[in-house]
């Protein structure tokens, strides 16, 4: 007989695309994963993962027996669904992936109120990037997903899923102290022509969305530096070296040297809470969803300045 946590190791390497990566999401050591998919090959007497390069690939069998480890999975979770709706109360593991911002700025306060009111509930954090975390729940690797979009790339909701709105997460255009446009109340986006831009790398959303609004507004953007997290973006503004725009949300209190002005018509991005199907009888989920939307007026009644 198939053991179905092997089988689950199997398919968090098929979803997560390595050993180490499924190791992490799913709380083991990486040489843990490996021996239970060793074991796995023992127990079929086929082959599973090869050497490809410096990670793996799944073989055909392998693929083959993901498809059946993913319904096996489903299976387990309706069971679990249906105690858990039972007792009535949140209760159990439930795993949770967000994008860094919502992961510093949000999933912490959010994390302990679970805590304080439902010891049983075993809730865990993988910060994920959004355009992933949608996925992973849609493939059962993760229960919950906090992901976000902007008005120019709406979030895409893959069949399955179902998902409820946190919230509206303000932008500002970050500018260094000395800059022409400190000392104003807001900005319009059709005079930010000739601005040295620092901002996330191409395929970000945040990325996407600042190329597309500038060059609506008539203005090739000039890109001058990178980097993935928001703190080295609000540190290369305060060096002096360009302007950002960032939203409020995870970014904490301003540098001395950096200034926040309004863009007008100011950007947007809308929080979502994104699940499976069905399950949001779960009452964790139901909980989780609850919480995140009740916290959310508090963690932006103060925007950092």
């Known amino acids: ?38 074991k796995l090959e023992r127990e079929t007497r086929t082959v599973l993962l090869e050497r490809e390069g410096r990670g793996v690939r799944l073989t055909d069998e392998a693929r083959q027996l993901v498809v059946a480890a993913q319904e096996l999975l489903a299976i387990v979770e309706r069971a ?34 679970l805590a304080r009111r439902h010891p049983a509930l075993d809730a865990r954090l993988s910060e994920v990037d959004p355009h992933l975390s949608v996925d992973l729940v849609a493939k059962g690797a993760v229960d919950l997903a906090v992901a976000h979009d902007w008005d120019i790339a709406p979030l ?34 059709e005079e930010l022509g000739g601005e040295r831009w620092i901002c996330q790398p191409p395929g970000r959303v945040c990325h996407d969305w600042l190329l597309r609004t500038l060059r609506a507004a008539g203005h090739e953007p000039d890109l001058v530096h990178q980097a993935d997290e928001n703190p080295t973006l609000v540190a290369l503004v305060a060096a002096g070296l360009g302007v950002a725009l960032i939203p409020r949300l995870g970014r904490g209190p301003l540098p001395a040297g950096v200034v926040a002005v309004a863009l007008d018509p100011m950007p947007v991005r809308r929080l979502y809470a994104l699940w499976r199907t069905g399950a949001a009888r779960r009452p964790a989920i139901a909980e989780t969803v609850r919480v995140l939307r009740e916290l959310w007026p508090e963690v932006t009644a103060h925007p950092p300045r």
Do not use: K, N, W
Request: net charge neutral; charged share 20%; aromatic share 2%.
């Open 1 to 38: 007989m198939l053991d179905l946590q092997r089988l689950r190791a199997l398919h968090a390497v098929s979803v997560h695309g390595t050993v180490g990566a499924a190791a992490l999401a799913l709380g083991y050591t990486p040489s843990a994963v490996s021996q239970q998919i060793a």
């Open 80 to 113: 679990e669904t249906e105690l858990e709706e039972r007792r009535g109360r949140p209760a159990g593991r439930l795993t949770v992936a967000a994008f860094a911002s919502a992961a510093r700025g949000l999933m912490p306060g959010v994390l302990a109120e």
């Open 156 to 189: 895409p909701a893959p069949p399955g899923l179902e998902q409820a709105v946190i919230g509206d997460d303000l932008c500002d255009l970050l500018v260094p102290a000395g800059h022409p446009f400190a000392g104003r109340a807001a900005v319009r986006r």
